[in-house]
């Protein structure tokens, strides 16, 4: 079992930034096969969206529409990972959920609460 912890949601203006952070918490075992961590999306009437993941050796992956203004870090000593958001715009008003991923053939992926992210315009 693993817990996650989300914090640094707001309300911004299009072109301000947000820093979200997202620890993993729990048990030992699930914590240490942790293989990957990341941030989903999701804006009202649509299906959530991966915005950015991060492997424990550092490997990135983004969704297009966040490159050059997203970035997404992680701190494997905390079981924390960041995602610095820049430049945000009215479309990425969304609930962005910190996700875990098991580098075990049957193990379990743990999801956060959400944290809401709402940019005027």
């Known amino acids: 079992q693993v817990q996650l912890v989300e914090s640094g949601g707001g309300l911004v203006q299009a072109g301000g930034s947000l820093r979200l952070s997202c620890t993993a918490s729990?048990?030992?075992?699930?914590?240490?096969?942790?293989?990957?961590m990341g941030w989903y999306r999701q804006a009202p009437g649509k299906q959530r969206e991966m915005a950015a993941r991060?492997?424990?050796?550092?490997?990135?992956n983004y969704a297009d529409s966040v490159k050059g203004r997203f970035t997404i870090s992680r701190d494997n000593d905390k079981s924390t990972v960041y995602l610095q958001m820049n430049s945000l715009k009215p479309e990425d008003t969304a609930v962005y959920y910190c996700n875990t991923e098991s580098r075990l053939p049957h193990g379990d992926d743990y999801w956060g609460q959400g944290t809401q992210v709402t940019v005027s315009s």
């Open positions: 729990g048990n030992i075992f699930d914590i240490i096969n942790i293989n990957a």
């Open positions: 991060i492997t424990r050796e550092g490997s990135t």
